[in-house]
């Protein structure tokens, strides 16, 4: 039996839409493929790690971008604002202020909301541009690879993977290496897409949250569980991140089109959006979800 099978084959949404073409060159096609003895989902072959920086311009990527990219630019900026003090909200319920690591932190919208607040935080990015203007924001950014920087043992009372944990391109070193800087009792908060959405069924290969080849794996619920239980973590709650099912729609409609019937996809994007939200209501079939552990 073979290790793998096709699952879906995805363009490159950003390549995409820069081309606006369906003629893409072969090197922008990827292959989602599923375990056949687990059913993890992730992208086989993927590109080499030194050259996946190029996948992120600025231009093109809105999570490292403060301004540009049109209606869609424009809608993930405000629905950040909204999502940065919801995600807080959820995490820090019963906390009090503490050391703040996170992982993935982009342009440092998280951590400066935290710090704000009375948190010591540290972001860590991959990517020294989004770091740069995390960093002129006053933010304290470390640039590395989660894999391989190192972190202080048992230093953060939370670490934070915002739609982080699908990028890593060593999954397993950057778990353990974040894992070990939590101290005992200390949150981890993950939120990863999810393709057992409704939204993720509804656009099959076109479905925004692919988003090869930036993302590397496709996590289920109980394929996050299997990645942290052996790692002394307890799962304490799930939620359904309320903005993304909309996000999600939208840019799956709109990525692939130009022009004015992009108008008439958006319309349905929010009509998808909201079937999938209220699909969704149980976190394990969001669109995204986020996932609470307890360090034990």
């Not at 992982?103 to 541009?129: H, P, Q, S």
């Not at 944990?165 to 070990?180: F, I, K, Q, R, T």
Request: hydrophobic share 40%; charged share 20%; glycine share 8%.
């Amino acid at each position: 039996m073979r290790p793998f099978r096709i699952y879906e084959t995805v363009l490159d949404r950003l390549s995409f839409k820069a081309s606006g073409t369906e003629n893409q060159p072969r090197e922008n096609a990827y292959s989602i493929v599923v375990c056949s003895s687990c059913g993890f989902l992730y992208l086989n072959p993927r590109p080499i790690p030194g050259n996946l920086f190029r996948f992120y311009l600025a231009e093109t990527y809105d999570p490292h971008r403060r301004r540009g990219g049109g209606i869609m630019g424009s809608l993930f900026r405000l629905a950040r604002r909204f999502t940065v003090r919801w995600k807080a909200a959820k995490i820090t319920k019963d906390l009090k202020s503490g050391a703040l690591l996170d992982v993935g932190c982009g342009t440092g919208e998280f951590i400066a909301y935290m710090k704000d607040r009375g948190w010591n935080t540290l972001g860590l990015e991959i990517d020294r541009n989004a770091a740069d203007v995390a960093k002129s924001s006053g933010c304290s950014v470390m640039v590395g690879d989660p894999a391989k920087v190192a972190l202080p043992e048992k230093a953060f009372d939370l670490i934070t993977l915002w739609h982080a944990l699908e990028h890593l391109p060593d999954l397993n070193g950057a778990v353990s290496n974040v894992s070990a800087a939590l101290k005992p009792g200390g949150r981890l908060a993950v939120a990863l897409p999810n393709p057992g959405s409704f939204d993720a069924r509804f656009y099959g290969s076109r479905w925004a949250a692919w988003d090869a080849p930036r993302h590397l794996y496709h996590f289920r619920p109980q394929d996050v569980e299997k990645l942290f239980s052996p790692k002394n973590f307890e799962l304490m709650k799930c939620y359904a991140l309320p903005l993304d099912p909309f996000y999600h729609s939208l840019l799956s409609e709109t990525s692939w089109t130009t022009g004015m019937l992009n108008g008439l996809r958006a319309l349905r994007g929010l009509l998808i959006g909201m079937i999938s939200l209220f699909y969704g209501a149980k976190p394990e079939r969001a669109s995204s979800t986020l996932y609470l552990f307890r360090k034990m």
